[in-house]
């Protein structure tokens, strides 16, 4: 690939056919994991674009409140752009995000839980990408094109959830970008390239040695799958009374939890953000409606962990969702199974 750009990238129509080629040989690679999603949830690029392309499993809220008139609560805006997940969206905190992902990234965060928590990359992407920049201010054959392709991944990246995975085509687009560049440019750029690689391996030595030490424990000694989520999820004894007791007739309301693959029983899911839910009960606005609705979609059963149980009753200070979400739990919802 590398080779077949540095002959094209003087033919902006060449540079042009090129990149529809790299594009290209991405999908194909990645073509059986978005058929693998599409044979398994109807949708080809799970767990994105749920909104749009619904798995069978998944909690449909344009069906579910059909007819329903009113405003939601809470729009699906806010919980996407939210401190619940990644470094924060603040104009400061996206400004600082790639620095804080090369420098000053680190696991679950004491006071923000989920905030730096996939870890951190070395600098040397911001080192690439960076000269990208520079060389495209200067009409570098090929850099402007690299920008492009480039851009949608850091969006993505930056004004979602800051997960490191959604940051790796931006690391392997910065790899080529310097074989490609640091050739062109000659010694100089090769010598800061490696004066880099010396700098960053201390960040990225403790990152890999603390992500070694969570995980070293439980390779040295190994148990079953059953075992070892009985002891660490905590919600694992839950699916499995569910899966024990509960007939293929049945099906369960997973609320919040995440780890749905679990369950043998048919489920609807809500997702991960709690605002499908609260909008669901404030709109129903009594626990009759509420009944009638679910048990018109087949919910025989309500999955709820703990986490979920906070978020619903401490932080939504509402009372069209309160007083028919409090009701369900005191009166309507009888507790069948509760784990420890």
């Not at 978005?34 to 069978?56: A, D, E, M, Q, W």
């Not at 620095?99 to 040397?124: C, P, T, Y």
């Not at 392997?172 to 391996?201: D, H, N, Q, T, Y």
């Not at 087949?298 to 007083?323: A, D, Q």
Request: charged share 15%; proline share 6%.
């Amino acid at each position: 690939v590398q080779v077949k750009f540095s002959e094209a990238k003087k033919n902006p129509i060449s540079r042009g056919w090129f990149f529809l080629g790299v594009f290209l040989g991405f999908f194909l690679v990645s073509s059986p994991f978005y058929l693998r999603n599409l044979i398994l949830t109807g949708n080809p690029i799970f767990p994105h674009g749920n909104p749009l392309i619904k798995p069978s499993f998944m909690w449909d809220s344009g069906k579910i409140l059909e007819g329903i008139p009113g405003e939601d609560l809470v729009p699906f805006q806010k919980q996407i752009l939210t401190d619940r997940f990644g470094m924060g969206h603040e104009p400061l905190d996206l400004l600082l995000a790639p620095w804080n992902v090369s420098m000053n990234s680190h696991f679950h965060d004491e006071k923000w839980a989920l905030r730096f928590f996939d870890g951190q990359i070395s600098f040397i992407p911001l080192l690439s990408w960076g000269l990208c920049i520079l060389l495209a201010i200067y009409a570098y054959p090929g850099a402007r094109e690299f920008l492009a392709l480039g851009l949608p991944f850091w969006l993505f990246w930056v004004l979602g959830s800051h997960q490191l995975r959604h940051l790796m085509p931006l690391v392997a687009i910065g790899a080529f970008l310097f074989g490609e560049f640091g050739e062109s440019l000659g010694k100089r750029v090769s010598i800061i390239f490696w004066i880099a690689v010396i700098i960053s391996m201390p960040w990225t030595g403790e990152a890999l040695i603390e992500r070694f030490n969570r995980t070293a424990t439980v390779v040295a000694h190994p148990e079953s799958v059953s075992e070892y989520l009985s002891k660490h999820f905590t919600s694992f004894s839950a699916i499995q009374w569910a899966n024990r007791n509960l007939s293929s007739e049945s099906k369960v309301l997973v609320l919040l939890e995440e780890r749905t693959f679990l369950f043998d029983v048919p489920y609807i899911w809500t997702g991960i953000y709690p605002h499908w839910w609260i909008n669901f009960v404030f709109r129903c606005g009594s626990i009759e409606k509420i009944e009638e609705i679910l048990k018109k979609f087949g919910v025989t059963h309500i999955f709820l962990p703990i986490y979920g149980l906070r978020v619903f009753s401490e932080g939504v200070s509402e009372p069209g969702f309160l007083t028919p979400w409090k009701g369900l739990l005191q009166t309507a919802w009888k507790p069948i199974f509760q784990d420890q």
